[in-house]
């Protein structure tokens, strides 16, 4: 199986900063990679998918980048309604691995 | 788009039960289904697919063999049952819907609230 690795597991920042995590895959998935939000007690919701595509209605501080193994997401300003946990997933051959997730709070 | 999800509980190892996922907002017979499960406290695990028409299941190795997936498209509904279920296999279940139309992506733009499977004696 590809593994997916998230940095940082935990991050804290304030409101309108920019925001970025990052999301490592063990082996080559061009850029089958997507990004979920998951509040506490929610499912999870899709923001990015092919590592770059905008899913519609998110809002546009939200930007994917990156291919082959390495991969970010982004926050351009941080807002208080960012606080939850994201994970980036492949979907690359049979492999449909999901990051450990990356914990985002407000300071 | 809705999909919700039914049929979780207690249940001892061993044992078997079957979830539901029903499903509505979107024309049901041209997309994959998924479920994708998350233990208490953990991340995301993909579980199983079936293909849009029914006529493929995919599974994770961590279930093959004792889960089974099936679609009624008359009824717009979802099925998995879940065979000998064993102590780590305690996490909600989220059906989700494949984001591509006719074909397996592998990626999930809606997902259901989920249900809660707990499996102990």
């Known amino acids: 199986d590809i593994q997916m690795t998230q940095s940082p597991s935990i991050l804290s920042a304030s409101v309108g900063d920019r925001v970025t995590i990052a999301c490592r895959a063990s082996q080559s998935i061009d850029r089958w990679l997507a990004w979920y939000q998951q509040k506490p007690g929610k499912a999870p919701k899709l923001l990015v998918y092919?590592?770059?595509y905008l899913q519609s209605g998110v809002p546009s501080r939200f930007s994917g980048s990156g291919s082959v193994t390495e991969f970010t997401l982004t926050i351009s300003s941080l807002q208080p309604d960012d606080v939850a946990t994201y994970y980036c997933?492949?979907?690359?051959?049979?492999?449909?691995?999901f990051g450990q997730g990356t914990k985002l709070d407000i300071k | 788009v809705q999909l919700v999800e039914s049929g979780g509980g207690v249940v001892q190892p061993g044992r078997s039960l079957r979830l539901s996922c029903a499903a509505s907002g979107f024309t049901f017979s041209n997309y994959g289904i998924h479920w994708v499960r998350q233990a208490p406290g953990k991340g995301l695990e993909w579980v199983a697919l079936?293909?849009?028409?029914?006529?493929?299941?995919y599974y994770a190795d961590s279930v093959k063999g004792r889960f089974t997936f099936s679609r009624d498209n008359s009824k717009n509904t979802l099925y998995l049952q879940m065979n000998s279920l064993r102590p780590e296999d305690t996490a909600v279940y989220y059906c989700a819907k494949d984001a591509e139309l006719g074909k397996s992506a592998y990626y999930f733009d809606y997902w259901g609230q989920g249900t809660l499977v707990t499996v102990s004696s």
């Open positions: 997933q492949n979907y690359y051959g049979n492999s449909y691995t």
């Open positions: 079936i293909s849009y028409d029914g006529s493929h299941e």
């Open positions: 092919r590592a770059s």
